[in-house]
């Protein structure tokens, strides 16, 4: 097992290298520095001392990937390639384009993204494993049917009119909770319960449409004729047979997303004004903070080969007939 | 009239020459023909069906683009040749045929079937004094002496519109059962019959009544937004359903041209790493891994904003604001093709793996059948259903990423009509009271209805096309 996670996590290092060479040549080799300084600095009227300071200060002013200048070992390491791109690798993320450390950023960032995204993934399981539950209980009546078309028309709802209808209603019109804003500590909970109720129900028509899916693919199958016929009431198979085999796929299904819980929502974080990670990566998209977008890149794909990592374990952990080797 | 080809113009053209030249393809092979007529045998699928098609018609509208001439100038050598000079506003068929909605342009906000202004201003009136109240509209409502007799005006109109609308659907009914007579050789009032008790082995009467609903509307809403705003005008006094209408070629472009353009990538390599495996495999799962393992949001907006950039330092390549905004909507497809090809990719290499073991392949093999001719000849057409699935999957999703990424700014260009950019401009009107509701309504409305049809339509050619792949997500 340990040599098998191992492996992988060697796997992951050609990976990690494509995207941080890709992501250097985006930002780096199809756009000169030159350009971004011009770019972010007003187009038109900057003199020549002024790009050429924003670059120093910034350290963009260095060769891209070989510095002649330099003695030794530096002609490698004092590039923009090893300075900004090689030491990701070391998490260091370095300073953003308007001089914070995007480090520390992060590490405070985090932690109102995960208030947010944990709730709306466990709210959003139970509710919709329920939910899809009673659907399959009355499979094939009218219920059903309607109930497949109400998802379908659930589905085909604009994420942003969940959000705006939710904010209208409960913040507007019946003064529930605050529109939007944070808080630190306890106190935060009420800016958190209209995000996450949003995000719950923008992901009812999908979720449990998937779910249905699931439990309708286990109802056909053997075992569960077999349970019925020993006797077992509808309700015992349903959720002591069909659900517990179902559980492979939800659980491999929620342990993929896991760490890129991290990441945050960026519409829902940006429209409820949540000092996340997600309102974080909008907010450097806007200003064109390139070093910060860098950095969010390495970090979701850094979460998301952990995520394919963390799913093939739980393989193993919840079904005995996968081996891994 | 000199006629415009922008790049995404080209493009919807080369897809329609695909789709005809696919269509042809499928009707002379059973087994790609048996599962189209199970689509057209399900009821939701047609209703859906006739719905897109009024989407698709007015996206094809607007896609056909010219210029003006100008009206010749007197010249001082008379009999010299003067060139023809075009205006330099590019224009669509749908632009010029729907004129009387684009160029009633009031001043700022009003409400759908309003006669006055949103907002107050300073009226002269005619004993010359000054009062401060909500001013007629330039054109909503202008016809009325009386504001007041609006609401009996809008139910005349509305009613002409009905009528209208009853009238085309009659003429278009009584040609369908008419043919359907004539083919099979009965009497009209037999087909008739038939039809009513649908009975008819493709569900005509569902067709039929959701192209009478669609019809009906589509007249009503026409001879109503020639007499007032029928979704209201935004912040500089459009139309609003001028806008939301305009964002039906956005919306198909981009649900569409994604992915024609990631197609050849993600079928070639897909089935290349199936069929061949080995390092060829490695490389390719290397590849599609790597593009995956970056959150597709933020590869979006690094290539979108490196776009910025571009297009800022070299502003004098673009003519016009319209090819401007038409590359960017081109680069949006094609990087969220880049996004996307990953899924049919993994799918396409699943389906070669087992179709190489398969016995004609192994066969053709043993035969001495070239590679690249096995490739072309058995495995390409045998995962055609599943390019197709995905294809007709990945629209709707395509749709509604379009108004999140537009949220962001990372989505059309900001002169481009698109749904998205209309939920962005107007969600800071919530804030005003009374609310400033229409647009977003709009949006969302029309968003809704296409992607619904689009869903419905999916499940249908889903299930169709391959039973196994029912619910795959």
Not at chain 1, 119 to 127: E, I, K, R
Not at chain 1, 211 to 219: A, G, I, M, S
């Amino acid at each position: 097992m340990s040599a098998y996670i191992l492996r992988r996590l060697l796997y992951a290092v050609p990976i990690l290298i494509g995207v941080n060479l890709l992501t250097f040549v985006l930002f780096f080799v199809l756009n000169s520095p030159d350009e971004m300084a011009r770019m972010q600095l007003g187009e038109k009227r900057v003199t020549a001392a002024a790009i050429s300071s924003w670059k120093q200060e910034r350290g963009y002013d260095k060769p891209l990937l070989y510095n002649a200048a330099a003695q030794g070992l530096a002609k490698v390491t004092d590039t923009i390639f090893f300075q900004r791109s090689v030491k990701l690798f070391a998490f260091d993320f370095g300073s953003s384009d308007d001089g914070r450390d995007i480090g520390y950023d992060i590490s405070q960032r985090m932690w109102p993204s995960l208030a947010i995204a944990v709730p709306v993934l466990l709210v959003g399981l139970a509710f919709n494993i329920s939910l899809a539950l009673f659907i399959v209980f009355f499979r094939a009546t009218y219920l059903d049917l309607g109930a497949v078309v109400l998802l379908v028309a659930m589905m085909s709802i604009s994420g942003l009119f969940y959000i705006i209808g939710g904010q209208f209603l409960l913040s507007k019109v019946f003064h529930l909770v605050p529109i939007s804003g944070y808080d630190t500590g306890v106190e935060a909970w009420k800016f958190l319960i209209l995000p996450v109720i949003v995000g719950a129900i923008g992901g009812i028509g999908s979720g449990v449409r998937w779910y249905r899916t699931l439990f309708l693919e286990e109802v056909s199958k053997d075992y569960v004729r077999t349970a019925r016929a020993k006797g077992l009431s509808e309700r015992r198979v349903l959720f002591r047979h069909v659900l517990g085999n179902a559980m492979i796929p939800i659980l491999t299904g929620v342990v993929v997303v896991l760490p890129l819980l991290f990441m945050g929502s960026l519409i829902t974080e940006s429209f409820f004004g949540i000092p996340g990670l997600g309102s974080y990566t909008i907010d450097a998209i806007s200003n064109q903070d390139f070093a910060i977008v860098r950095a969010m890149v390495f970090l979701g794909a850094v979460l998301y080969i952990l995520g394919l990592l963390l799913t093939d374990i739980s393989y193993t952990l919840v079904d005995p007939r996968v081996r891994l080797q | 009239m000199m006629p415009v080809i922008l790049w995404t113009d080209a493009l919807v053209f080369l897809l329609l020459a695909i789709a005809v030249g696919f269509a042809l393809y499928a009707a002379r092979h059973e087994h790609l023909r048996a599962p189209w007529r199970r689509v057209a045998r399900s009821r939701v699928g047609m209703g859906a069906l006739v719905v897109l098609t009024f989407y698709v018609l007015i996206g094809l509208l607007d896609t056909i683009h010219f210029r003006l001439p100008l009206p010749a100038q007197a010249t001082g050598t008379p009999g010299a040749a003067v060139p023809r000079q075009f205006a330099p506003e590019v224009l669509s068929v749908f632009d010029y045929w729907a004129r009387p909605l684009r160029e009633r342009q009031e001043k700022t906000y009003s409400a759908p079937f309003a006669t006055h202004l949103f907002v107050k201003e300073a009226i002269t009136q005619a004993d010359g004094s000054v009062v401060r109240d909500y001013p007629r509209l330039q054109y909503g409502g202008r016809h009325l002496k009386d504001p007041d007799q609006r609401g009996w005006d809008i139910f005349g109109t509305a009613l002409r519109g009905l009528t209208e609308g009853l009238i085309v659907w009659g003429l278009i009914t009584l040609q369908v059962l008419w043919s359907m007579a004539q083919r099979r050789g009965l009497a009209l009032s037999a087909v008739y019959e038939e039809v009513r008790a649908s009975r008819t082995e493709l569900p005509w009467r569902t067709a039929l009544g959701t192209l009478a609903v669609m019809l009906v509307l589509g007249f009503v809403a026409g001879a109503l937004a020639l007499k007032y705003h029928i979704l209201g005008t935004d912040k500089v006094g459009e139309d609003v359903f001028f806008q939301a209408l305009k964002s039906i070629r956005t919306g198909l472009v981009i649900g569409t041209l994604t992915t024609l353009v990631m197609l050849p990538a993600a079928v070639l390599l897909g089935i290349m790493a199936g069929y061949f495996r080995g390092w060829v495999d490695d490389v390719i799962q290397y590849l599609y891994t790597t593009l995956n393992a970056i959150p597709g949001v933020l590869l979006i907006a690094a290539a979108i904003l490196m776009l910025q950039v571009y297009m800022a330092n070299n502003a004098d390549q673009f003519e016009s604001l319209v090819e401007r905004a038409d590359l960017r909507l081109l680069f949006l497809c094609l990087i969220l093709g880049v996004t996307s090809w990953t899924g049919l990719c993994r799918l396409l290499r699943g389906e070669a793996l087992k179709l190489r073991e398969a016995d004609y392949v192994q066969a053709g093999a043993a035969l001495g059948v070239g590679h690249f001719a096995i490739l072309g000849r058995h495995i390409l057409p045998n995962v055609l259903h599943i390019v197709m699935i995905t294809l007709v999957l990945d629209f709707s999703g395509l749709v509604l990423a379009e108004a999140v990424l537009s949220y962001v700014n990372i989505g059309v260009d900001p002169t481009m009509n698109s749904w998205g950019n209309m939920i962005n401009s107007a969600r800071l009107e919530l804030a005003r009271d009374p609310v400033v509701w229409w647009s977003l309504a709009a949006a969302f409305l029309f968003m809704f209805t296409l992607v619904l049809a689009a869903n419905l339509f999916a499940d249908v050619v889903r299930d169709a096309f391959d039973p196994r792949l029912r619910g795959a997500r």
